[in-house]
């Protein structure tokens, strides 16, 4: 999964958008730009910080809860972070043609993606594989996907980033998640036992 997220940095520093990819952005562009703007904000710090904190107190407060919150935690800055550093690495500029508010920042990968799939989406998954009843699991999952597609959706909503971009953010937040994981398992912890 790193490797083909490195791939395609690679390709679209040096190539254009793929002509088909283009086509399907401009089709998605400017038709829900109000609830695409408050997806967008889901990915932002001020909504994030106190998710963080309500997981550190859950983690805080239900011991079984422990390492999957912490982790969850961990994989979404860690997702931030990966995604500033390669964004600046890879400096791949920003499309001309944005909606709502220009960002300055580079595009390549979408942080908002690999944040959204680093956080949201392992969030789900987690619930999905916890002990809790079966509808509030499945609840769980399908709320917390649904906002991961929705922020990615928002960001080619509202051109702020190539769809290239979105794959790569994707496919950064599944590789820290992946890794992350493989990791938890070598050193023996369990994100949830069933």
Known sequence: MFAA????????????EPHG????????????????WKF???G?????????????????????WRVPALFAVATGLICWGAADAFQHYFARPRRTDWLVRRETAFSYPSSHAAISTG????????????RLTGWLRYALFVTLTLITLGIIWSRIELAAHYITDIIGGVMLGLAIILLGTALMEFAGYRLIER
């Not at 932002?44 to 079984?64: C, F, N, T």
């Open 5 to 16: 997220f490195l791939l395609l940095g690679r390709y679209v520093t040096t190539h254009p």
């Open 21 to 36: 990819l283009s086509a399907f952005a401009l089709a998605l562009r400017g038709h829900g730009t109000a609830i695409a």
């Open 40 to 42: 967008t904000e889901m």
């Open 44 to 64: 932002w710090g001020y909504v994030l910080g106190p998710l963080y904190v309500a997981l550190i107190v859950l983690a805080i407060l239900r011991p079984e």
């Open 119 to 130: 956080f949201y989406f392992l969030c789900g998954l987690l619930a999905l594989r916890s």
